[in-house]
């Protein structure tokens, strides 16, 4: 992977350039993708084969970006490392539309994708859902979504109560434990998370 993020670094040129998602095949837990890499006008596009081991979550679409990120940091990784809590919920006297607009708002700036939003949202994420209660678990939360949460709702007309429940455990078929340390490999709007990365040029 080393090789060709080097490469992109010495050469891309991000007003001429430009990276695409041309084909996708998953083997088990394995994906492998192949990347059309054009580094400048001049230049005639590369293909790069990336095999991303451990693959636990993907979104790919053909749209070609300017940019690529390999990271242990990403927003997208809390919902595999980060601490884990259930919030609840009391005297809710919010407007339901604007309750909603706020946990849409934060899991955007958190998390750059509000569909992450129905995953952690005890009920669907609608007006006539949890969010229309007066009362109730509200949700299972990553850290950093319950940090904003805390910080937005202080002056709204409800009362939370933040349990933590520990890191996210997966289940191996005998028993809970940890997930692996992932990456995330960001391509514009397109996303892999894997434990690992190796890149080929073809």
Known sequence: MEELLKAIEADFDEAEGWIRIVDANWYADDLRVTMSVKMHDDD???????????????????CGSESILLTENSPKLSPYNAERFDVFFSQNECNPV?????????????????TYLQRFLNLQPNVD???????????????????????????????LSVLSTGKP??????????????????????????????????
């Not at 949700?139 to 709204?156: C, H, I, M, Q, R």
Request: proline content about 5%; glycine content about 8%; overall charge neutral.
């Open 44 to 62: 005639y596009p590369q293909l790069w084969e990336v095999e991303c081991f451990g693959t636990i979550e993907e979104q790919l679409s053909s």
């Open 98 to 114: 604007e309750l909603l607009g706020v946990l849409t708002s934060i899991c955007a700036n958190v998390f750059g994708n509000i």
């Open 129 to 159: 859902g949890i969010v229309c209660a007066t009362s109730g678990k509200l949700g299972s939360f990553p850290k950093p979504f319950v940090e904003a949460l805390t910080l937005e709702l202080k002056n709204y007309p409800i009362k």
């Open 169 to 202: 455990k997966k289940w191996n078929g005998k028993k809970f434990e940890d997930f692996p340390t992932f990456q995330s490999l960001e391509i514009g709007k397109n996303y892999i998370i894997a434990c690992s990365y190796i890149a080929e040029r073809v």
